[in-house]
């Protein structure tokens, strides 16, 4: 049977484009159909992971330079830099990058179609667009790819005015010298501190009982020491009860108790971020009679070849949860397109890295200290303090902390844990080192570039061998492995 397209992928986002790309080296006839009128790339160009990325990089920039040079008035930077300033940086490299795909989306063939698509049959897309006009293609494959949006918050509206989320954030006019941010995740701590080197004030209001949990628990601690050194208020374990606006004082009141404290609280705040969960984006994609399952929250449920429960529909990205981040939503799209054209392919090998792009950044591959103790495994760690490294000095950064986790017996790396500058790609260095099964040797029998921040592997790796001597096992014996 003919039809119109080999492959149909509802959704821009990064796990649509990176099947797109593929797809078309494979010579296949593709459309992306894409909800969004005015842009490709989804949330990652628009909403989420390249505009935070470019307002941290103009906030890190005016950290250092106000950090580095300091003001002679003692002025916060928020009465010297404007938000408009930060926004212009983050509307060029947005600008570039949305042409970047457009072009890249021409030069490769893949059709584009705006509207919102919704898969009648496995093999037929209905496409309505914004003057509730449907057009239908037929196609020997489907890749949903419709990511993620935000959950919105029970007790309180977002109004995108005073309470805002991550979309509206990135719309303000002005630094906020008050922020109250509601919800404890990555986001939320990315967001604290690019406003907290802005000089504004920030409360954070975390329903559960730890930080980031999932954190090596020294990386967390050494976290949690930074943000207090930055006047970063976290109250845990917090219930939200209200959120109103104070006229006589022109300001918004958040209401709320904390396990600790059992009575109520009030904190005037100029701006309230709420930064909730995120749901599926699967409402009225599948007419009646599609059998794709989706799970008990609305995800779609997929298998390790990223092929849904109808043998020619594949899901990829945030839409089929965790880990929902654009790193491996590229990596999933481009694996659903080998697999949809039987093109052999090799699964990503190891553990996959995380980042946060908090001021500093915290980055980690692999078993915490922790997880490797509760799996038995006889481990010693090496750890490198910033302020231990020239280039760090050089800079004035000297936050933060890289700690290896190797076996003890044959000192193969097994986790990488980084809070500091530059942390997100410095992990890389360790991840290659662990798909390849090596040992911390590396790090000691190689030259590295000085002064860099990677020769905290280095110092990490001798901190770790000459626990290991203490331990009993000689010097000699520890190289020579
Ligand atoms: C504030 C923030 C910061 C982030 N920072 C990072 C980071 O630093 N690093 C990182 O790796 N990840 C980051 N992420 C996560 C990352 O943005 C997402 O994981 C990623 O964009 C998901 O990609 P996707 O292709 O699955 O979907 P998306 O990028 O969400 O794209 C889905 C697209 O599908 C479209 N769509 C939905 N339904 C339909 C329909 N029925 N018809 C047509 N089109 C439809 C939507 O309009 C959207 O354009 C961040 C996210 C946020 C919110």
Redesign the pocket.
Known sequence: MNYDYDVII????????SCAMQSTKFDKKVLI????EN???????????V???ALREAADLILDFHSQFGDEKGRKPFEKFRMEDLLSYKKSALESKNKKVKSDLIKNEVETAR????IKDPNTVE?QDNLNQTKTYTTANILI????S?LLPEKFDVDDNHILD?NSILNITHIPRRLVIVGSG??SF?YATIFASLGTRITILNDSDEFLPFLDSEIRQSILKTLKKRGIVLHKLSEMMDVKPNPLRTCMEVIFKTESENRKQVIETDHILYVGG?KP?TD??LAPGVDVELDQYGYVVADKTYRTTVDNIYA????TGEP??????FVQ?RLAACNMFDIPTESPSGDIPY?I?SIPEVSGIGLTEEQAKEQGIDVTVGRAYYENLTYADINHRTDGMLKLVFRTDNLKLLGVHIFGDYATDLVHLGQSIMVQGGTIKYFIENVLNYPTYSEAYRIAAFNGVNRVYKAGVKYKNILEK
């Open positions: 509802i959704g821009s986002g990064p796990a649509g484009f159909v894409e909800a969004d842009h490709l790339g989804g949330t990652w160009l628009n909403k989420g992971t505009p935070s990325k509207g919102w698509a919704k496409i790819a419709t990511g993620s935000p991550y990555v986001i990315e995120k984006n009225n994609l990829a990205g945030d839409v929902t981040s654009a790193s491996s939503s799209g980042g792009y």
